[in-house]
């Protein structure tokens, strides 16, 4: 074949560095992006942090180029004309102990505090263990079953599967384990050592009440029950515990009242949990009767360009790696601005539809989308799904991820909707008010929802019931 040249015009996207970078900032939460930024301030000597300035106020987003700091007034709100100035409009969140990445004194703080001890479900039995009286040998034992307990002091492994760790010539038996786990069910936590969660409240029932209870009729039937018939009362079937145990409505009102008093997890209380801490990306405040939101300045990185840097690279005419640096400070110092003004102009469009939550709760969410948000700003919808994603919104009635305002519909008989967080909301004020010798069913539920003019079928209820973690009907029951 002979060589030809030919033309062809086409169209593609590219996604240009600058682009890219500000997609990822944007789906960042604000701890991802203060790691993010903390990286790049390792990589990048022209960009720095902008310290606190000496009056106290926030320093702005600086830099040449940069964009000037965001204004605390957030774009126009809905009705001017709604609800008269409330309680709401004194309220004032307080982000004073809000860490500020940059500051020195934030700096020696940190190397001032020393995170407390916490004592352990095996430390706290094994200092108990050495103020008892038993010997060398005992206390070996013991501590070998210390050892083997779970996070909620149970011993999951049997006395016998024990007892096959430890070389034939050592000589300890099944028998010298069992009074070692007499030992250790003795010490406090009561209940600690059980086998199962029927010996662990029978622990604690001895504990509290004595051996047998002999003095405490509550206490007697309650150890017939946990030892006997704990499935019975788990499922609240209180006809067959009565006839299983011959016990009337008070007595067996006070076994249980004990059994809930008792602790199924002993060692929950040496357990270490990891605490979570949510900064708000923006505030929401009543301002003379019109709902508006504004930035957190706490959660605001301020970044500016190193000023001796700059001022080296403006006498160069030729570029290099440090150039390449400069604009590369100057992207991200505009795409973390544009970040916030994103997250600010969707938080107050989501406000000017949800304005009833904010003054009346739950119970006057209305249903909106992804969408109907994209299609006020002139945004695409994957943008406002990647705003919304872990970022938060402080309000007078909590703090909340801004994708908690959006919701499914469900149709009303007068051809309108209510949002799927309204019938939650329903649901709950309901079951609160219940009777509970004789709870409300889910057909019950979707009955009186249907007198209101929300058509919601007997299955939607007992799904939004169980995301409301609400038990069952007959687990609702009591005497």
């Known amino acids: 074949m002979k060589p030809t040249l030919q033309f062809r015009l086409s169209q593609h996207l590219t996604l240009t560095p600058q682009l890219q970078q500000s997609i990822r900032l944007l789906q960042l939460s604000t701890v991802e992006l203060n790691q993010e930024i903390e990286k790049i301030l390792m990589e990048n000597p022209i960009l720095e942090r902008e310290d606190i300035d000496e009056g106290g106020g926030p320093a702005a987003f600086s830099g040449q180029d940069a964009p000037s700091a965001t204004p605390e007034q957030p774009a126009a709100s809905g009705d001017a ?34 995170a407390p001890d916490t004592t352990t479900l095996r430390d706290h039995l094994n200092e108990q263990l050495t103020l008892t009286n038993l010997d060398q040998r005992d206390r070996a034992l013991v501590g070998m079953l210390i050892d083997a307990l779970d996070d909620d002091g149970y011993l999951t492994q049997s006395l016998e599967e024990i007892a096959a760790l430890l070389p034939e010539e050592a000589g300890v038996d099944t028998d010298e384990f069992a009074i070692a786990l007499r030992h250790l069910q003795n010490m406090d936590p009561a209940g600690v050592g059980a086998r199962n969660p029927a010996e662990c409240l029978m622990l604690q029932i001895r504990s509290r009440c004595g051996d047998a209870g002999t003095e405490s009729p509550a206490a007697r039937l309650a150890m017939t029950i946990v030892s006997s018939h704990l499935d019975s009362l788990a499922q609240r079937d209180y006809t067959r515990l009565k006839n299983a145990t011959g016990a009337d409505d008070d007595a067996l009102r006070a076994a249980q009242h004990l059994i809930q008093s008792l602790n199924p997890h002993p060692g929950s209380a040496f357990a270490t949990l990891e605490t979570r801490y949510v900064v708000p990306d923006v505030v929401v405040r009543k301002v003379k009767g019109v709902w ?114 959006f919701g499914s519909h469900v149709s009303t008989d007068t051809g309108g909707s209510a949002s799927a967080t309204a019938i939650r909301a329903l649901i709950k004020q309901l079951v609160a008010a219940e009777d509970t010798k004789s709870p409300l069913s889910d057909s019950r539920i979707s009955q009186i929802l249907g007198q209101q003019g929300i058509v919601v079928a007997r299955r939607t209820i007992a799904k939004y019931r169980e995301s409301l973690h609400i038990p069952p009907v007959n687990l609702r029951k009591s005497l």
Do not use: C
């Not at 709604?82 to 190397?111: L, M, T, V, Y």
């Not at 360009?305 to 400069?326: D, F």
């Open 81 to 114: 004309g709604e609800a008269e100035r409330g309680p709401a409009d004194d309220w004032q969140p307080d982000f004073s102990a809000s860490p500020r990445s940059g500051s020195s004194d934030d700096k020696d703080s940190d190397r001032m505090f020393v």
């Open 292 to 405: 508006r939101t504004s930035l957190n300045q706490d959660a605001m990185p301020r970044l500016r360009i190193n000023r001796l840097y700059a001022e080296l690279l403006a006498g160069q005419r030729s570029g290099g790696s440090m150039s390449g640096q400069l604009q590369e400070a100057r992207w991200l110092i505009k795409n973390v601005q544009q970040r916030f003004d994103t997250i600010l102009r969707v938080s107050q469009a989501i406000v000017d539809r949800q304005r009833h939550f904010f003054e009346h709760g739950e119970v006057a969410m209305r249903p909106m989308v992804l969408r109907e948000i994209a299609e006020t700003l002139g945004l695409h919808e994957s943008t406002i799904s990647r705003v919304t994603t872990q970022k938060y919104m402080a309000t007078p009635r909590g703090t909340y991820e801004l994708k908690y305002f």
